[in-house]
């Protein structure tokens, strides 16, 4: 399984970026994962969750990031999609993507650089 993160960059306080994620080279769908996330690592701090989408199409976010960004999928790939609204200086970061297989299995891909200035 490949886990293929795109379009972070460098954004002004209060702008927005819309990130995606395409799992790759595996037999899993959407009928067979747990479900998909992202997650993110600011500098000299530990990974933490952002936000995730489950089987059934239901979506958890972090406290930190409710109201502002927005998970979602495309049902015809294994792909989510993170759109990311007002954003803040403190969203800085390697947002990575996760796919949790069965057997609560992880994959994690590189992930994509996120750098909001103030």
């Known amino acids: 399984v490949q886990l293929q993160a795109s379009g972070g960059g460098l954004v002004q306080a209060g702008g927005s970026l819309r990130l995606s994620c395409l799992a790759s080279?595996?037999?899993?769908?959407?009928?067979?994962?747990?479900?998909m996330a992202w997650y993110r690592q600011a500098p000299g701090k530990q990974r933490e969750f952002a936000a995730g989408v489950i089987r059934d199409g239901s979506t958890v976010y972090a406290d930190s990031v409710k109201g502002r960004f927005t998970i979602s999928r495309d049902n015809a790939k294994t792909m989510v999609y993170l759109q990311m609204d007002s954003l803040k200086p403190d969203d800085t970061g390697n947002y990575s993507c996760?796919?949790?297989?069965?057997?609560?299995?992880?994959?994690w891909g590189k992930g994509t650089l996120v750098t909001v200035s103030s």
């Open positions: 996760n796919l949790r297989a069965p057997f609560d299995t992880d994959y």
């Open positions: 080279g595996s037999i899993f769908n959407w009928r067979n994962i747990r479900g």
